[in-house]
C-alpha cells in the first residue's frame, strides 16, 4: 500500500481526494480554500523526486526540463504499464531524409540576420510563455474569463507579429533554418504569422530544381503540411 512508508503520505493522499472534490464543486461553496497553498504544501513534503513519465509528458509537449527537479521510476501502474509498453515497442522508424531545414531556399548570409533573428526567437519564447500562464486552468474559468484570455492571447499574437521585423531575405531564411532547432509550441508561433503571407511560401523549396515549393494535389485547396502540423492551401 502506498501509506505503508508512512502516515504523512496517507494524509497526503486523503487530502488531494477532498481537495479534488472542493475543486469539482467549488462553484456552490460560500467559502475559499486556496488551493495553491494547499498544493504547494504537499509538494514541499514531496521532496524534489518526480515519477518518469512526468518527465515524458514535459518533453513530449515541448516545455524545457526544470534542471533541478529530479525524476526516477517508482513502484507505481503508471510506472509499469510504461515499462511494459517501451518492452513491447517497435523499434524506431529511420528518421526522414529531409529536414525542415532542408526545404529552406539556400542564398547568401547576412551577417547582421544572426542578431535580428536570436532577437526575434526570445520575444517568440517570451511570448509563448505567457501564453501558457494565460491558458493556465483555462478549462475551469468561466464564459467571460475565457473569453478575456482568448482576447488576450490574441493582442499577444499581435504584439509579436509586431516585433517579427524580417529586414531582408537573408533574416526570412535564417529564421526558417531555426525553426526546426527550437520548442515545438515556440516555432508554431512564428510559423502562423510568417505564412500568415502566404507569399512567403516562395522560401521553401522541395523541388530538384529548388525553385519552389510543390504543393500536394491538384485540387485548388490542397494542402502541404509543415513539420507536421500546418497547413497552407493554393490560392
Known sequence: MYWDSGADVYLDICKLAVMSNIEIDKAKREYDVDMVRELADIKANCGKEKPMFFKMITTENGYKLNPNQEYRRFNTPM????????????????PPDMKFSDIVVSGESDPKSCRRVKNIVRCAEKAYNKK?????????KSKDEKKETWLAVNELKADLKKEVVLKSESDMRLLL?????????????????????SSN????????????LALVGDDKNAEVALLGCHGFCKK
Open 79 to 94: 510506472d509499469w504499464l510504461q515499462k511494459a509498453i517501451n518492452g513491447k515497442r517497435l523499434a524506431k522508424p529511420a
Open 132 to 140: 501558457c500562464r494565460l491558458y493556465a486552468d483555462y478549462d475551469s
Open 177 to 197: 533554418k531555426k525553426i526546426e532547432d527550437i520548442p515545438r509550441g515556440v516555432g508554431n508561433m512564428l510559423l502562423d504569422i510568417i505564412f500568415s503571407d
Open 201 to 212: 511560401l516562395k522560401y521553401l523549396v522541395n523541388d530538384p530544381d529548388r525553385t519552389r
